[in-house]
Nanobody
Framework: QVQLVESGGGLVQPGGSLRLSCAAS????????MGWYRQAPGKQRELVAR?????????ADSVKGRFTISRSRDNAKNTVYLQMNSLKPEDTAVYYC??????????WGRGTQVTVSS
């Protein structure tokens, strides 16, 4: 089992920045990918950014050049970060942390609201 605790999010003006964090604990040795998804009202959940164990990252086209995913690891937990710059109103959504583990299971955080508005 993997437990995920998200932090960050909130209200920001267009052009502003936010950083999301997601700390994973428990069976962290089994994690091979950590990432962020988002879901706006009336839309499907979509991948925002992901980083795998090798360090390879991938991003949604809509956030390339503005968002950066990174991670830190220690013996007790893995943490994934999403630095979001030059935020736009269309980035408004609930952002979910996602961890995938070997064997096919995946874990989701509870979600954190990001609102970009003046």
């Amino acid at each position: 089992q993997v437990q995920l605790v998200e932090s960050g999010g909130g209200l920001v003006q267009p052009g502003g920045s936010l950083r999301l964090s997601c700390a994973a604990s428990g069976s962290i040795f089994s994690i091979y990918a950590m990432g962020w998804y988002r879901q706006a009202p009336g839309k499907q959940r979509e991948l925002v950014a992901r980083i795998i164990n090798s360090g390879i990252t991938n991003y949604a086209d809509s956030v390339k050049g503005r968002f950066t995913i990174s991670r830190s690891r220690d013996n007790a937990k893995n943490t994934v970060y999403l630095q979001m710059n030059s935020l736009k109103p269309e980035d408004t959504a609930v952002y979910y942390c996602n961890n995938k583990v070997y064997g096919g299971d995946e874990y989701w955080g509870r979600g954190t609201q990001v609102t970009v508005s003046s």
